[in-house]
């Protein structure tokens, strides 16, 4: 229970704290969005070292697990922090939230691993209704047309999500959990800052106190 909250307090703040930064250096939201999950992953990289849990893969099934989460977090990165940029903290926060288990709940039913019960029936006509009222009312000043990209953002980001929360469901021998996340977050941090750099955004800023 207390790693579900301090996961969901970290998950609803990424956007604000992520705001923030951009204010504090000028980055663009791409480039918080890699600067994200890179630290998330060195951070992760030295709790390894530091519990000795340190074990890369060794098998293809391993890093297969490894690119794939990978990429599914870069992607999330990507949609979330761009979600963001567009139609603001609260609204794609929200989104990326109710959407993620939605899509998790159509793979269970479309594998057969859960049946369409009628409480399920339920949250899933609740969640739809809550969805469209979130992107049925964008926030002030915001064009419709930017709302709706970025609301479009944030279910991609929640499907991304969705990807990681699934694949974690399926236990990898090879995929050591906190070794391979951080391997997974370092490589999609990075791909996520090359993208940032080839579309000509800043990747490198000052770390004065207000940044870090």
């Given at each position: 229970m207390i790693a579900l909250i301090v996961a969901g307090v970290a998950w609803g703040t990424s956007g604000t704290l992520g705001t923030l930064l951009v204010a504090a250096t000028g980055l663009p939201f791409l480039s918080v969005a890699?600067?994200?999950?890179?630290?998330?992953?060195?951070?992760?990289?030295?709790?390894?070292?530091?519990?000795?849990?340190?074990?890369?893969?060794?098998?293809?099934?391993?890093?297969?697990?490894?690119?794939?989460?990978?990429?599914?977090?870069?992607?999330?990165?990507?949609?979330?922090?761009?979600?963001?940029?567009?139609?603001?903290?609260?609204?794609?926060t929200?989104?990326?939230?109710?959407?993620?288990?939605?899509?998790?709940?159509?793979?269970?039913?479309?594998?057969?691993?859960?049946?369409?019960?009628?409480?399920?029936?339920?949250?899933?006509?609740?969640?739809?209704?809550?969805?469209?009222?979130?992107?049925?009312?964008?926030?002030?000043?915001?064009?419709?047309?930017?709302?709706?990209?970025?609301?479009?953002?944030?279910v991609i980001a929640g499907a991304a999500f969705a990807i990681i929360s699934l694949l974690g469901a399926r236990p990898e021998p090879d995929f050591d959990t906190i070794t391979g996340t951080a391997g997974s977050f370092l490589l999609g941090g990075s791909a996520v800052l090359a993208v940032a750099g080839l579309l000509g955004g800043p990747v490198v800023f000052a770390p004065t106190p207000e940044a870090v």
């Open positions: 890699g600067y994200r999950i890179l630290v998330g992953g060195v951070l992760l990289g030295v709790l390894a070292c530091v519990l000795r849990r340190f074990r890369p893969p060794q098998t293809r099934p391993g890093w297969t697990r490894l690119i794939a989460v990978g990429a599914a977090s870069a992607v999330y990165q990507w949609a979330f922090f761009s979600a963001v940029g567009t139609v603001g903290v609260s609204v794609a929200l989104v990326a939230i109710g959407s993620s288990p939605v899509f998790v709940l159509g793979a269970d039913l479309a594998t057969g691993r859960q049946r369409l019960r009628p409480r399920l029936l339920a949250a899933l006509g609740c969640t739809a209704v809550g969805l469209v009222l979130f992107m049925g009312t964008p926030p002030a000043g915001i064009a419709p047309a930017d709302a709706l990209l970025g609301c479009g953002l944030a």
